[in-house]
């Protein structure tokens, strides 16, 4: 039985964009969530902000992100070591909101309907431009209206069609962390996709595929400033992965996102 959510949020000198994330989260109608900050090298107006934040809220943590944790992959890693039974734990970027004020409460009603204690539960969410507001680009898995269950096999078939989770809107647990226990660190923007590609190769796992809109993400942030970066390493987890075979899911990839993003598809 799932009773609490975390969000794990690595945070580095954000405290101007942090209100809109912690204002999602204290008007959920699910109370039992926690949040926790893993703070990078920031200086003492944000060190500060984030600590009389925590004061304020019981809720809210911080711990600091320690030398042998690199980069924001890093910080998920070291969160990630925080994670107990029974809790379900999203990873989120400072400029990333909750979609609704029940979607926690939606979601949990949902998996513990279910006696199977799944490895993923992946959800679906949008792109905006943080200072607009307007919506760029949905963010799914795979369009469904149902609750839909995966294997191993499955889920590695839907990541060769290109298809991939969006990180921000899975949830993690107790289950894929005895699996697979953290991101690379070698990565610096597409770690998340890694993480799939080999979770999908792991014995016995299993995703459930939820129709849920969970969160609201910003595409503001450093990956979309990267394009080539993001682009090499995408090509390498793929070719880590399928071998020779590594241009149908990458080329699949860019092509639905680019479908999405045209048509409005999703």
């Known amino acids: 039985?799932?009773?609490?959510?975390?969000?794990?949020?690595?945070?580095?000198?954000?405290?101007?964009?942090?209100?809109?994330?912690?204002?999602?989260?204290?008007?959920?109608?699910?109370?039992?969530?926690?949040?926790?900050?893993?703070?990078?090298d920031s200086d003492k107006k944000h060190t500060n902000w984030i600590q009389s934040k925590c004061l304020s809220d019981s809720r809210l943590n911080v711990i600091k992100q320690e030398e042998n944790f690199r980069g924001i992959y890093g910080a998920m890693n070291q969160g990630f070591k925080t994670i107990e039974d029974n809790e379900l734990v999203l990873f989120w970027g400072s400029d990333d909101w909750a979609i609704s004020p029940c979607v926690f409460e939606d979601i949990i009603l949902k998996v513990n309907a279910y006696k199977k204690k799944y490895d993923l539960i992946v959800c679906r969410g949008k792109y905006i431009d943080y200072k607009s507001k307007k919506i760029t680009r949905k963010a799914n898995f795979f369009k469904n209206k149902f609750l839909i269950s995966l294997n191993g096999e499955m889920f590695k078939k839907s990541l060769f069609l290109g298809m991939t989770p969006p990180h921000q809107a899975t949830f993690f647990n107790k289950n894929s962390f005895d699996k697979l226990s953290s991101f690379s660190e070698n990565f610096k923007l597409a770690s998340d996709l890694d993480y799939f590609l080999k979770f999908s190769c792991i014995d016995n796992i299993s995703v459930l595929v939820l129709d849920n809109e969970l969160v609201n993400m910003s595409n503001n942030g450093v990956s979309s400033k990267k394009n080539f970066l993001r682009f090499k390493e995408v090509l390498y987890s793929y070719k880590n992965i399928f071998g020779i075979f590594f241009f149908v899911p990458y080329t699949l990839r860019y092509i639905r996102k680019i479908t999405i993003k045209l048509f409005n598809i999703g």
Do not use: A, C, E, R
């Open 1 to 40: 039985m799932i009773t609490s959510i975390k969000i794990i949020v690595p945070t580095l000198n954000t405290y101007l964009i942090l209100p809109k994330l912690i204002n999602s989260l204290k008007v959920q109608t699910w109370k039992d969530w926690n949040l926790l900050f893993v703070d990078g």
